[in-house]
C-alpha cells in the first residue's frame, strides 16, 4: 500500500501537459459524474472531449454505466472539464490520478457526484443529499490515496480535512434548491465510502447506521482527500438510488442498474442543481496554472 503505486509529478504533468496540448479550454472547475449522472456532460458548449484510453496515463472507467469519457466546455460562462465515469477499483492511487492533473490544469473547484444507498431513515430513493462529511473507512485503515511519499508541491503530509467540503457551497446549492422547487427532496448529510465492491449485509447495514452515516457508497472519499490535499474547494452531491437493507424481514435487494435507473430518473434534477451553482459559484481569475504546484 505505502509507495508502490504512488505516481511520480511528472506523471501527472505529462498527462496535463498533453491534455493542455489537445484542448484550449483551461478550467476553472471539475465535476466527477457518478452512476447513472452522466449526462451533465453533454450539456457543456463548446465540447472536446477524449476517451480515457486515448488519454496518456489516465486511469480506465471500469464501472458499468460510466462512458469513460472526458470533458472540456463551458457551462453558464466557466470552464469546466467534467469526468464522464469512474475508474473504482483498479487503486486509490489511480482513481484519483485525474484530481492532481486537474489542479495542474488550473482548476480551483470539484464539484463531485455519486449514487448512494441511504441508511438515514428520513431519505428516499430519488433524494439528493448534499454532502457535509465524509467517514472515508479504506482511508481509516490504510488504503488511502495520500500514502507513500509525500508530493509537497501538492500539499502537506498531514493535511486537514474538517471542512473539507465547503460551507459556502453548500448553503448556495440550498438556495438554488428552493429556487429550482426541488427542496422537498433536498437533504444534507455524511456520506460512507466502504471498499464494495458488494452491497452491505443487513448487519454492516446496520453498524453503518448507529455510526450516523446517512449514505453509502464506495467512491467520492478518496478523490476528496487528494482535492483538499491540493487545495481545491470542494462540493459534493449523492443521488439516493436506494434504501440499504436493514431488517432480516425486508425481502428487497438492491442492484447496480437499479441504482442506474433512480440515476436517470434524477438526472435532470441534479443537473440543472449542479449547473446553477456552477453559474453562480465565484471563481478566482483563472491565471494560476500550477501557481502552488
Ligand atoms: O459512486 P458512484 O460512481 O456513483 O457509483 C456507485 O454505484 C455503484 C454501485 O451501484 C458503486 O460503484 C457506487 O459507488
Ligand atoms: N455501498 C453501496 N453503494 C451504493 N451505491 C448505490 N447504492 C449503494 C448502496 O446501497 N451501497
Known amino acids: 500500500i505505502l509507495s508502490s503505486s504512488a505516481h511520480s509529478h511528472d506523471e501527472y504533468q505529462k498527462t496535463a501537459d498533453w491534455l493542455m496540448s489537445q484542448t484550449k479550454h483551461?478550467?476553472?472547475v471539475a465535476i466527477i459524474?457518478?452512476?447513472?449522472?452522466?449526462?451533465?456532460?453533454d450539456t457543456l458548449?463548446?465540447?472536446?472531449?477524449?476517451?480515457?484510453?486515448d488519454i496518456p496515463g489516465f486511469?480506465?472507467?471500469?464501472?458499468?454505466?460510466?462512458?469513460?469519457?472526458?470533458?472540456?466546455?463551458?457551462?453558464?460562462?466557466?470552464?469546466?472539464?467534467?469526468m464522464q465515469g469512474r475508474s473504482n477499483f483498479p487503486s486509490v492511487h489511480q482513481t484519483t490520478f485525474p484530481i492532481r492533473v486537474f489542479k495542474l490544469l488550473g482548476v480551483e473547484t470539484l464539484i463531485v457526484t455519486n449514487a448512494a444507498g441511504s441508511l438515514a431513515d428520513g431519505f428516499q430513493p430519488g433524494d439528493i443529499m448534499i454532502i457535509k462529511d465524509h467517514i472515508n473507512f479504506p482511508g481509516l485503515v490504510g488504503l488511502n490515496p495520500l500514502c507513500g511519499l509525500n508530493d509537497d508541491k501538492f500539499g502537506p503530509?498531514?493535511?486537514?480535512?474538517?471542512?473539507?467540503?465547503?460551507?459556502?457551497?453548500?448553503?448556495?446549492?440550498?438556495?438554488?434548491?428552493?429556487?429550482?422547487?426541488?427542496?422537498?427532496f433536498l437533504q444534507e448529510g455524511v456520506y460512507a465510502m466502504v471498499g464494495g465492491p458488494n452491497f452491505e449485509t443487513i448487519a454492516e447495514a446496520r453498524l453503518l447506521h448507529r455510526l450516523g452515516v446517512d449514505a453509502v457508497g464506495m467512491s467520492t472519499a478518496p478523490e476528496v482527500v487528494v482535492a483538499a490535499h491540493c487545495g481545491l474547494r470542494v462540493f459534493g452531491l449523492s443521488l439516493i438510488t436506494n434504501k440499504v437493507v436493514k431488517s432480516y424481514e425486508d425481502t428487497e435487494s438492491v442492484n447496480h442498474e437499479g441504482v442506474l435507473e433512480v440515476g436517470r430518473l434524477r438526472s435532470h434534477s441534479v443537473q440543472q442543481l449542479v449547473t446553477e451553482l456552477v453559474g453562480r459559484m465565484?471563481?478566482?481569475n483563472n491565471d494560476n496554472i500550477n501557481k502552488s504546484v
Open 26 to 28: 483551461r478550467p476553472q
Open 33 to 41: 459524474c457518478g452512476s447513472g449522472l452522466g449526462m451533465l456532460a
Open 45 to 53: 458548449k463548446c465540447q472536446d472531449s477524449f476517451a480515457y484510453s
Open 59 to 82: 486511469p480506465q472507467s471500469t464501472v458499468q454505466g460510466h462512458a469513460g469519457r472526458l470533458v472540456f466546455g463551458e457551462l453558464k460562462g466557466k470552464t469546466c472539464v467534467c
Open 157 to 184: 503530509r498531514f493535511p486537514a480535512m474538517s471542512g473539507c467540503y465547503d460551507k459556502g457551497l453548500r448553503c448556495l446549492a440550498a438556495e438554488i434548491a428552493k429556487e429550482l422547487g426541488v427542496a422537498g
Open 282 to 284: 465565484e471563481i478566482n
